[in-house]
């Protein structure tokens, strides 16, 4: 739905490190490269980015409210 | 009793490398489990549910609030687990309010999360400030005229209680390894055997096998060498010796970890101590 806030398995911080792996992966960069810069080195905090899908962005668009 | 020996490889803020010489396995995961499982921190732990149009569930922001890091300043840090030990954590409580309305689709971040002073008998606390590790984690995203309003209360508690309570996301060690070369020469066959190293610790050059002394301490033990050429060399390790690494959330620096950690288990060392003392008391 959203981004966790951290990693299932570590539990390191991961959720503030999305908006800018998505911007920089939609722009055409490498994934891999993204993930090492954003310094998310362990294969459980890189799958959280890797295997996430936005779907509050589909969510948002049968608001009800107001 | 061995001499107890720390070398530290790195030590940064948020992260620390470090071998331990002198001890046994049972200590090193001693004090690796009670640096992730009980040291304790601070985190969000109820939350007052004001006003919620967005299109979450109280409880899934109540949860996300929960495994925000908060940080807190090593005073302060010292005070809360004085508070703790005391068994008065209801008593040194911080509030952080929040509230967002969206006038066109927006995110509400831990940034907007403010903190509103400590509740309960811990006047001392004034001057401290309570705020998230990160600004950018979003809590929700919330379409043009959604809210959320809340009040939050910081505890503090252990990781065993809850994994947002933990103070690092990795805790581990390894044994220190010991590679012995028993044939140097052996031509041809030595490159194989520095081949198969995929953290690149061993050289051949000029029909001579070698180890990298610098990066020795890289070794994982997955004995890929030993596998390529059982004969020339052999892979063991100093169940003595530990390569600790330790990596924190940014809630309080991790040597202030290590520190805590060390301290409360011997805290319970001594406390069993006491009881099995009082015990063989009333026992005669
Ligand atoms: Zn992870």
């Known amino acids: 739905m959203i981004i966790p806030v951290r990693c299932f398995t570590c539990g390191a911080l991961i959720g503030d490190k999305w908006q800018k792996f998505s911007d920089r992966v939609k722009r055409g960069e490498d994934p891999s490269k993204v993930l090492d810069e954003l310094n998310i080195k362990r294969y459980c905090c890189r799958r959280m980015m890797l295997s996430h899908v936005e779907l509050i962005d589909e969510v948002l668009k049968y608001e009800t409210y107001g | 009793m061995n001499k107890i020996e720390v070398a530290f490889r790195k030590l940064e803020e948020n992260y620390a490398e470090f071998v331990i010489e002198g001890i046994t396995p049972a200590i090193a995961n001693a004090i690796r489990r009670t640096a992730i499982s009980d040291v304790p921190t601070l985190a969000i732990d109820e939350v007052a549910i004001v006003e919620n149009s967005t299109v979450f569930f109280d409880e899934i922001i109540a949860h996300r609030l929960g495994l925000i890091p908060l940080k807190v300043d090593t005073e302060t840090y010292d005070v809360l687990l004085e508070c703790y030990e005391e068994g008065k954590r209801d008593d040194c409580v911080a509030m952080l309010t929040l509230e967002v309305e969206a006038e066109k689709p927006g995110t509400a971040y831990s940034g907007h999360l403010k903190f509103a002073g400590f509740i309960g ?11 998230p590790v990160s600004d950018l984690v979003p ?9 959320l309003v809340l009040e939050a209360y910081a505890k503090v508690g252990v990781g065993r209680e809850h994994a947002k309570w933990q103070p690092v996301s990795i805790a581990a ?9 028993i044939k140097r020469e052996c031509g041809e066959e030595g490159k194989k055997c520095a081949d198969a190293c995929p953290k690149g610790i061993l050289k051949w050059s000029n029909g001579r096998l070698d180890l990298i002394p610098e990066k020795v301490e890289e070794c994982t033990m997955c004995r890929a060498c030993e596998e390529a050429c059982p004969e020339v ?3 063991s390790w100093d169940d003595s010796k530990f390569i600790f690494r330790v990596e924190g959330l940014g809630v309080i620096p991790v040597a202030k970890v290590i520190e805590t950690a060390l301290k409360r288990l011997i805290k319970r060392a001594d406390s069993f101590v006491e009881t099995l003392e009082k015990s063989i008391q009333t026992r005669s």
Not at chain 2, 121 to 131: N, Y
Not at chain 2, 139 to 146: E, F, S, W
């Open chain 2, 139 to 147: 809590i929700v995203k919330l379409a043009a005229g959604q809210k």
């Open chain 2, 121 to 131: 008998e811990f006047a001392r606390l004034a001057s401290a400030e309570v705020k």
């Open chain 2, 233 to 235: 060399i052999k892979v």
């Open chain 2, 173 to 181: 060690y390894k044994y220190y390894p010991e590679i012995r070369i």
